[in-house]
């Protein structure tokens, strides 16, 4: 039996708070908590960590990493998206199917599974899209696509236009007690727009949307959520207009969830001033006043999830004019370090980070993990969360860098990443 005892740690629970003491784990899972003073006992051949006083924290669930396989495997490949995240402390990425070719059969599903295993140190757990293609005209194979392990449906960032067949897609998703994850943007409205709509937008001549999209685009599936009794994630929320629609369907009893990425948790329009193409997203950062809403949003609850939305792009797609350069950042390593400016600001404390970032992922999908509870999975992080470092993207290891931290100053250093047991940042030095 392999035994470890963590010892002299600082505990982040995010269902019981924080506390200082320590874990065993035993075969990958853990066995016992310590309290501060509280003797382990006998453990013959146990490996013994002192955490010195560090945050040990249950490994983050990324919902939403896109990794390009198959199709671009030289923007990001399962084994570098895997280094990546053993060196962010996240113990489980969940993938998108926006792929070359999309996800939306067994067969590629199949692939997919195999290759993450051969090659990610980490857990990965594959999504499937909703309809054919991503193309919103024909449903997949929902129930052959979730026995061959598919966690959740998406068509990702394009939306299914004909309501009647995204409430079919709804109904039988229902069926199967599927998860739907959904991108809450208006298509009409979002076609060429590149930044929020308003003044800053004008001043810089760029194409904006209006914040109403994302409103306009949630009130659609609230009526469609209420019609067919799916269950639903709205993947990004990101603008202060669609938070009362949001806690309206929560209170009527809705199987609905919300996430939010960490860029527009820390980052506002103003960021792409200089027309930095490493700050364009999809959707475009918010105003000031959305991003300080939806972080109170994230600290009571209304919002769930903090992710990464992890999307790797090459050069040539972000050395472009704004207009024309590609959507989207790289977050694996730098997700923890960014989601800690909250906790330095003291607009959240570690607990409700890892409420976000870990528990309330794991338990919208119905896994073991994200939780120190006893026989839980050994996924674990340990983390020095006032270590200062100054970010160079040329030493992430993802393939791809587009960072929007680059050269920025942040807080917070992995000091180890375990998953079952096995410490997995090792090997990405």
Not at 116 to 130: G, I, Q, R, Y
């Amino acid at each position: 039996m392999t035994t470890i005892l963590f010892h002299n740690a600082r505990l982040i629970d995010p269902e019981g708070g924080e506390s200082v003491g320590g874990l065993i784990v035993q075969n990958g899972a853990i066995l016992r908590r310590l309290g501060p003073d509280e003797d382990a006992g006998d453990l013959p051949g146990a490996e013994r960590i002192d955490c010195r006083g560090l945050c040990l924290a249950p490994g983050i669930v990324d919902i939403g990493v896109k990794v390009s396989e198959p199709g671009e495997r030289h923007k990001e490949s399962f084994r570098s998206a895997g280094r990546a995240a053993a060196a962010g402390g996240v113990t489980t990425i969940v993938t998108r199917p926006d792929t070359t070719p999309a996800i939306d059969t067994p067969e590629v599903l199949e692939f997919v599974a195999r290759r993450a295993a051969l090659d990610s140190p980490v857990n990965v757990l594959p999504m499937a899209a909703l309809t054919k293609g991503r193309d919103g005209r024909e449903m997949t194979e929902i129930g052959f696509l979730k026995d061959a392990g598919a966690v959740a449906f998406t068509d990702c960032d394009r939306v299914v236009t004909d309501t009647k067949i995204f409430s079919r897609a709804l109904t039988y998703a229902r069926s199967l007690d599927a998860l739907v994850i959904a991108h809450i943007q208006e298509p009409g409205l979002s076609a060429g727009a590149c930044v929020t709509s308003g003044k800053f937008a004008s001043l810089r001549g760029l194409p904006g949307v209006s914040p109403m999209a994302e409103r306009m685009a949630l009130d659609r599936d609230i009526a469609l959520i209420e019609m067919t009794g799916a269950a639903y994630h709205a993947d990004q929320v990101t603008t202060a207009r669609a938070l009362p629609a949001l806690e309206r369907a929560k209170r009527n009893g809705l199987n609905i969830t919300a996430g939010v990425n960490i860029h527009h948790l820390t980052l506002n329009e103003l960021d792409v001033a200089e027309y930095r193409t490493f700050f364009k997203l999809k959707p475009p950062l918010r105003a000031e006043d959305d991003r300080l809403a939806v972080v109170e949003a994230v600290a009571s609850g209304l919002i769930d999830i903090i992710c990464s939305m992890h999307t790797p792009q090459d050069e040539e797609s972000k050395r472009l004019p704004f207009e024309e350069a590609a959507s989207g950042a790289v977050g694996l390593e730098t997700l923890l370090p960014a989601a800690l400016r909250l906790y330095h600001a003291g607009q959240m404390d570690l607990v409700q980070l890892f409420r976000a970032m870990s528990f309330n992922p794991a338990q919208r999908l119905g896994l073991a993990c994200g939780t120190l509870r006893v026989g839980a999975p050994a996924d674990l992080v340990l983390f020095d969360p006032d270590a200062p470092f100054l970010l160079d993207r040329s030493t992430l290891k993802s393939k791809s860098r587009n960072t929007p931290f680059d050269g920025a100053r942040l807080q917070g250093r992995v000091r180890g990443t375990w998953v079952a047991g096995n410490r997995v940042d090792e090997v990405t030095t």
